[in-house]
């Protein structure tokens, strides 16, 4: 059975790397899926112990950030911040910038692939109608969204489950990640003001498309009472993280379900934004990895193994006799280490001296 596991979790993983199995119309997440049915159809794993592998708290934390996340975009408020930042009277590389910290600062409080999608379409857009090359601006906004997501333990699933599985510090992650983060914006914006410094500008062919673009009426209205409700319960959430105890994915929880009480945003709409295919990914990568670490492979693969290196030399046996115990004379007041088996002295006298004992004399 150790074989068949191996063989199924490598043909996951290579899957999910290549994104398709070859002539299965399949993407991650059916292959994510179709691993975990296969073990348990095999009998690798019960029913029980496949439900038992999800880690639960992830996917509660994360689903609840995909509601925070589409009560934003219904809002209207990521197509608003990214018509202010387009509308900015500030040359390209400075538009640069206040695109890359715009999109990484939003990407460490809400999922970084839901401002990806939410921002790309309105930034190509408002970038055509500059004139300037939209490619760099959204290959910023691509790097910035991955780079921002990791400054805080919210930012994207892979540090969500992390964060909830060795039970991390919110604010002791974030100030240790902070530095590095800030880094990697400055080298993201210096690389790509570099690369693209006197080519800003749009080519012919983006230039006509730039015509019929996207109309106002396809985006979604601003709502400001929407997003500042949003908004609120966000930064509610972030200040019960770094100065609380809170169980993160309960309070998270609790947000989305106020935020579900709406008026005006109806609960299908909502639910209709939250990435399910992403969730079924994470349940069926739960099954595969904990079938795997069932076998007891993956505790071998991280057991250190002592190196002849580092092992302490054994003494080595002297060819010599060990030397004898000291013995006593019963009349001699030292011990004779010297002395050899021989026989047992008379009472008045020391084996090693001719001279009378004091008893004698």
Request: proline share 8%.
């Amino acid at each position: 059975m150790t074989v068949t596991i191996v063989a199924i979790f490598a043909i996951v993983y290579l899957g999910m790397i290549a994104g398709a199995l070859p002539y299965l119309q399949l993407d991650r997440t059916g292959i994510a899926l179709l691993g975990a049915i296969a073990l348990v159809a095999l009998g690798a794993l019960t029913p029980d112990e496949a439900a038992r592998s999800v880690h639960l708290p992830t996917l509660v934390l994360l689903f609840s950030f995909m509601v925070i996340s589409a009560q934003m975009r219904l809002g209207g408020f990521y197509t608003w911040v990214t018509l202010q930042i387009a509308a900015l009277p500030v040359g390209p590389p400075l538009l640069l910038a206040a695109v890359v910290a715009a999109v990484a600062a939003l990407a460490a409080v809400f999922s970084n692939d839901v401002i990806c999608l939410a921002i790309a379409p309105v930034l190509a857009d408002a970038c055509l109608r500059r004139g300037l090359d939209p490619v760099p601006f959204l290959l910023a906004l691509a790097c910035a969204a991955n780079i921002g997501s990791a400054a805080t333990l919210i930012g994207n699933p892979q540090n969500m489950l992390v964060g909830e599985v060795l039970r991390l510090s919110f604010r002791g992650y974030a100030l240790e990640a902070i530095v590095p983060v800030a880094l990697g914006l400055a080298a993201l914006w210096a690389l790509v003001a570099w690369q693209m410094r006197g080519k800003w500008a749009a080519r012919e062919g983006h230039a006509a498309i730039a015509a019929p673009a996207r109309r106002s009426t396809d985006l979604a209205p601003f709502d400001r009472w929407q997003s500042a409700k949003g908004l609120a319960v966000a930064g509610a959430l972030v200040v019960v993280f770094l100065f609380t105890d809170w169980p993160r994915d309960v309070a998270a929880l609790t947000g989305a379900g106020l935020l579900l009480m709406s008026r005006r945003l109806h609960s299908t709409h909502m639910l209709g934004l939250v990435d399910w295919e992403l969730l079924v990914l994470f349940i069926g990568l739960f099954a595969v990895n904990h079938a795997l670490a069932h076998t007891g492979l993956t505790a071998q693969a991280v057991r250190p193994s002592p190196t002849p290196a580092l092992r302490s030399p054994s003494p080595r046996r002297s060819s010599r006799p060990r030397p004898r115990s000291p013995t006593w004379c019963r009349t001699c007041p030292r011990s004779c280490c010297c002395c050899r088996p021989r026989p047992r002295p008379s009472p008045g006298r020391c084996s090693r001296s001719s001279a009378p004992s004091p008893e004698t004399s």
